[in-house]
């Protein structure tokens, strides 16, 4: 398992954008495709969007897809997620995950049936936007 520190949220106004940050520790991280997930209050956490442990393939949700956008670094064990003309239902705590196998693909970060409980997560970072 890997440690993930998230960081980057803050309070923006609609149509703003802004970066989060994941950043994970261990000479393993890249080996682990990431995940990110947001909970808004009274709600289910979700998927938001994900990526494979070299960077290739990319995920996301409906919701954001065209606004958001997950990379990675590698080489500084870092994954972001860049939020653009963010929205009032964009407001959650968003959270990464990093798998629990190496090597993989991300897309088991969207399926509703994975092993969340396996994988390894941050302790959020709040993003607010007002309308």
């Known amino acids: 398992q890997v440690q993930l520190i998230e960081s980057g949220g803050g309070l923006v106004q609609a149509g703003d954008s802004l970066r989060l940050s994941c950043a994970g520790s261990?000479?393993?991280?890249?080996?682990?495709?990431v995940g990110w997930f947001r909970q808004a209050p009274g709600k289910d956490r979700e998927f938001v969007a994900a990526i494979n442990w070299i960077g290739g393939l990319t995920y996301y949700s409906d919701s954001v897809k065209g606004r958001f956008t997950i990379s990675r670094d590698n080489a500084k064990n870092m994954v972001y997620l860049e939020m653009n003309s963010v929205r009032a239902e964009d407001t959650a705590v968003y959270y990464c995950?990093?798998?629990?196998?190496?090597?993989?693909?991300?897309?088991?970060?969207?399926?509703?049936?994975?092993?969340?409980?396996?994988?390894?997560w941050g302790q959020g970072t709040q993003v607010t936007v007002t309308s």
């Open positions: 261990g000479r393993t991280f890249y080996s682990f495709a």
């Open positions: 995950a990093a798998d629990s196998a190496t090597l993989g693909d991300g897309s088991k970060f969207s399926d509703t049936g994975s092993e969340s409980d396996l994988w390894s």
